[in-house]
């Protein structure tokens, strides 16, 4: 009966994100609609979906079973994202809205990257695609094994059903309404998830006695889970490893789907309101994940397996709720795991129809092929993706940060300097995500001592460097991107 409950939950949310897909079909009738819905969102639904679509299944996993096993080590985490939140709305939205625009209206960011140092050679369109492919397949990857945990702990279903459950739902919607679609349902998603985020938290501490309760059995377990500079064991941080949590705040100048938002909302005018919008709920559903996953250090008892600690969230759910309430946060769950897998195939879908296929093999191709193109990318790429989620032993925060190192490293730099650096050259932009991406995988192989330092920070600087030495080397750039450039800035006012 219990299951049957959860299950209804799970059946009238889905029929409620499947009603938004189709009512966003209507409103898709070209490429620009499908990737950027027209460039007509409004300040909520821009904010709130720029939020779910960064946090994913990692915020209701990955994050409270990180706090779980390390405590307060987690607010370095935390609070370097949070940073980087605020840092990406205040330095890249508003100008990368009004350039994207001016520079030939690019509704990618490959196509603006090329579009804004006027590349005739493809080169850097080719290149940023590539990259944008390769780490999305990692990324959607881990939303689908998210989904499989939720999935395979909630029904008992056999974990590679599991994941498949839950790609052929983002893989509908997703295919049928494209931006509008994902934009929409992660307005709807993002309440979700903060609701869930503040009611679980107060729910297990009222569970458990008090804050003062709360704290004691945490300390019962390790004094050290109270201390943000130990480890669980009781060494200290190493500044590499403080360094590494912080640097997870680099990562938002690169992330496709999140600038994706700023280049969709309807003007630079909507960022103010947007950003104050965004702050506050990833301040809400940061703190509450990271408060949920530590208090499930006192609430579990015995307590849970390392392999077990991403489903701490679930465990807590099903263990204080009614089934059918059970159901609607368990939803909440699932709502950031499509939020984030929904916008990571249609960015990789835009990159493959707009900056490889249009580009390269059909630059006269129709509205309506190129809108059919993009939905059977959607399908190729999350059917990747689930192969590569075929590992139960996966860990999904483990997946999201090598895409989310990538992805930064590869265009974050990039992006900064081409909306603040007129001197940039095309090879200098070119060297930098170049420089960034390879740094990144190569990086990652590598263990001990200053390589355990997280592969986005040297991705981060090496690629910086490689645009100024590039840039500086090259030829300065034609009068025609230098105008360009002024009439973004004069825009801005």
């Known amino acids: 009966m219990d299951q049957l409950l959860i299950f209804i939950s799970f059946i009238l949310y889905l029929l409620v994100v499947f009603f938004i897909g189709w009512q966003a079909f209507k409103k898709t009738s070209n490429l620009g609609d499908f990737i950027l819905g027209g460039r007509r969102l409004g300040s909520w639904a821009a904010a709130l979906s720029a939020g779910a679509s960064d946090m994913s299944g990692w915020l209701l996993l990955g994050l409270p079973g990180y706090a779980y096993l390390s405590g307060m080590e987690s607010i370095w985490l935390a609070g370097g994202l949070l940073v980087g939140t605020w840092l990406n709305w205040k330095v890249v939205a508003a100008r990368l809205r009004i350039y994207s625009h001016i520079s030939g209206d690019s509704i990618t960011l490959p196509a603006f990257f090329s579009q804004r140092f006027k590349d005739d050679t493809g080169l850097l369109q080719l290149v940023s695609a590539l990259f944008i492919l390769l780490f999305f397949l990692f990324y959607t990857s881990s939303g689908l094994v998210a989904g499989g945990k939720l999935f395979e702990a909630v029904f008992g279903l056999d974990y590679i059903w599991a994941v498949a459950v839950g790609a052929l739902a983002i893989i509908l919607y997703t295919s049928i309404g494209g931006f509008l679609a994902v934009s929409w349902t992660d307005l709807l998603q993002a309440l979700l998830m903060a609701a869930a985020l503040l009611i679980v938290p107060i729910m297990a501490t009222y569970e458990i006695g008090g804050e003062s309760n709360a704290v004691s059995a945490i300390a019962a377990k390790s004094a050290y889970l109270l201390d943000p500079f130990t480890s669980n064991d009781g060494t200290a941080l ?96 699932l709502a950031a795991i499509m939020s984030t897998a929904d916008s990571q195939l249609l960015v990789s879908s835009s990159a493959f129809t707009e900056d490889i296929y249009k580009r390269l093999f059909n630059s006269n191709a129709s509205r309506l092929s190129l809108v059919n ?26 997946l999201v940060a090598y895409a989310w190192a990538g992805f930064g490293a590869a265009f974050g730099p990039t992006l900064i300097l081409a909306l603040y650096w007129k001197r940039m050259t095309r090879n200098g932009a070119l060297a930098g995500i170049l420089c960034g991406g390879i740094t990144v995988v190569v990086w990652k192989q590598l263990h001990g001592g200053l390589f355990d330092l997280y592969e986005i920070v040297p991705g981060s600087v090496l690629s910086l460097l490689a645009i100024v030495i590039f840039s500086l080397l090259d030829r300065q750039p034609s009068v025609e991107i230098c105008d360009e450039f002024d009439q973004m800035e004069k825009s801005l006012g």
């Open 238 to 333: 190493t500044a590499i490893a403080i360094i590494s949590l912080l640097g997870w705040g680099l990562g938002y100048f690169g992330q496709p789907h999140i600038l994706a938002r700023f280049k969709g909302i309807e003007s630079a005018s909507a960022v103010p309101k947007a950003r104050r919008i965004a702050i506050s709920w990833t301040f809400l559903t940061l703190t509450g994940a990271s408060v949920s996953g530590m208090l499930g250090i006192g609430f579990f008892e015995p307590a849970l397996t390392d392999t077990d600690s991403e489903k701490v969230f679930i465990h807590m759910i099903d263990a204080m709720f009614h089934p059918l309430i059970a159901g609607l946060l368990l939803a909440a769950i």
């Open 373 to 398: 193109i993009g939905r059977l990318t959607v399908i190729l790429i999350a059917a990747i993706a689930f192969i590569l989620a075929m590992d139960p032993d996966s860990k999904v925060l483990d």
